[in-house]
Structure formats: structure tokens, C-alpha cells
């Protein structure tokens, strides 16, 4: 099946720093990769749609400019935590839309701002 | 009200047993629909995708029921391995394929 590498998988960091995370689809090409947290014993939310070649979609709630998406290939999209803050602790997991619609997910990054 | 809701469980159940899982959607647009297994600090896995005429693999069977908007998840013959969180998904209509989804429901199988 289709592989989504997610790295690093873990991160800790002092708060006021910058975090980024790198999600990349190994064996397809993804043209849409989606950005999603969650935490413990909660659902996944929707952060960005990330489209290749053009600006992130973010969900409502979600501040554009601290949570900053490229996708500058058909294979990797990033995303970076400015400024990352304690409420930023967050279990951060991307997908590569492969065919008929699939979402593969990466393994996730967990992050903990102290 | 939540776009995809689930009763988060926790069901707890003898292995052998069959389980049911129940999930609504609120976009009536919604086109496509998914079941994910979550294992415990791990990503989401594909379990099966949910077709509108049902549909079966090995102990597992999923359907979908438009006119009420949920789809739901059967685990026969349980097994200790079946003990994970299962996710709904579903996908909106021209929305690009991002998928929303349920709180996600634990199930926990005892020998």
C-alpha cells in the first residue's frame, strides 16, 4: 500500500520556538496532502488542506500565519509551528490523497512545547 | 452539533462477541465514507471504505443508510487484536477530498 513518511516523530522544544515538521508520500505522487492534530482521547481536526504549487487551505480557527504549510513538491509538504507555545502540544498527523480518494496517513509527530 | 458524531464508548466486550458500531453525518452532501482503526498513540488505518450497497471484508461489514445518514461498522467473532479506537470519516462534495471526521469510538475486547 501506500506509504506516508511523517518526521521527526517526536519533538520537544522550549516555548517561543519554531517547529517544523516534514510529511512525504514515498511510493505516489500526492498533489493534495491534509495537516491534521489531535489530542489525547480526542478526534482528528482538520488544520490545512495543502495543495502542491499553491497556498494551504486552512480550516476556520486555525491561525494561517502560526501554523505555516508549503508543499513545494508532488511528495512533500511541511509544516511549521511559529512560535510554538505550550497549548501547542499536539499529536500531529498528515495525509497524502492517493487514488479513488484514499487518504494515507503518516505515522504523526508528537510535540511538546515546554 | 458535530458534522460526524459517534458514541465514543467505551464498549467493552468478551472475545467471540459481535459489535456494532453507529455513526451520523450531518452533511446530507457528503459523498464518500470511511471507517479508520486508531491503535493507541499510532496514526489512523484504513480499515474499509463504506459503499452505499454494503459491504463485507472477512468479520467485518459496513453500511451506509442515506436517507438517515449513518453508516455503521459490524465486527463479528471479535478478536483481542480488534481492540483499538474506530474512527468515521466522511468526505464532503467538492471539498477538495478532505475528510471530517467522528470522535472516534473505543472498543476494548477481553478474553
Known amino acids: 500500500g501506500a506509504v506516508v513518511s511523517q518526521h521527526p516523530s517526536r519533538v520537544i522544544c522550549k516555548s517561543g520556538t519554531s517547529v517544523k515538521i516534514e510529511c512525504r508520500s514515498l511510493d505516489f505522487q500526492a498533489t493534495t496532502m491534509f495537516w491534521y492534530r489531535q489530542f489525547p482521547k480526542k478526534s482528528l481536526m482538520l488544520m490545512a488542506t495543502?495543495?502542491?504549487?499553491?497556498?494551504?487551505?486552512?480550516e476556520q480557527g486555525v491561525e494561517k500565519d502560526k501554523f505555516l504549510i508549503n508543499h513545494a513538491s508532488l511528495t512533500l509538504s511541511t509544516l511549521t509551528v511559529t512560535s510554538a507555545h505550550p497549548e501547542d502540544s499536539s499529536f500531529y498527523i498528515c495525509s497524502a490523497r492517493g487514488r479513488l480518494e484514499t487518504q494515507y496517513f503518516g505515522p504523526g509527530t508528537r510535540l511538546l512545547v515546554l | 452539533r458535530k458534522e460526524v458524531e459517534q458514541d465514543p464508548g467505551p464498549f467493552n466486550v468478551p472475545e467471540g462477541a459481535t459489535v456494532a458500531f453507529n455513526c451520523t453525518y450531518s452533511n446530507s452532501a457528503s459523498q464518500s465514507f470511511f471507517w479508520y482503526r486508531q491503535d493507541c498513540r499510532k496514526e489512523p488505518k484504513l480499515l474499509m471504505s463504506?459503499?452505499?450497497s454494503g459491504n463485507e471484508d472477512g468479520r467485518f461489514t459496513a453500511q451506509l443508510n442515506r436517507a438517515s445518514q449513518y453508516i455503521s461498522l459490524l465486527i463479528r467473532d471479535s478478536k483481542l487484536s480488534d481492540s483499538a479506537t474506530y474512527l468515521c470519516a466522511a468526505a464532503p462534495e467538492y471539498q477538495g477530498g478532505k475528510l471530517i471526521f467522528g470522535q472516534g469510538t473505543e472498543l476494548s475486547v477481553k478474553p
Open positions: 495543502s495543495n502542491e504549487g499553491s497556498k494551504a487551505t486552512y
Open positions: 463504506v459503499y452505499s
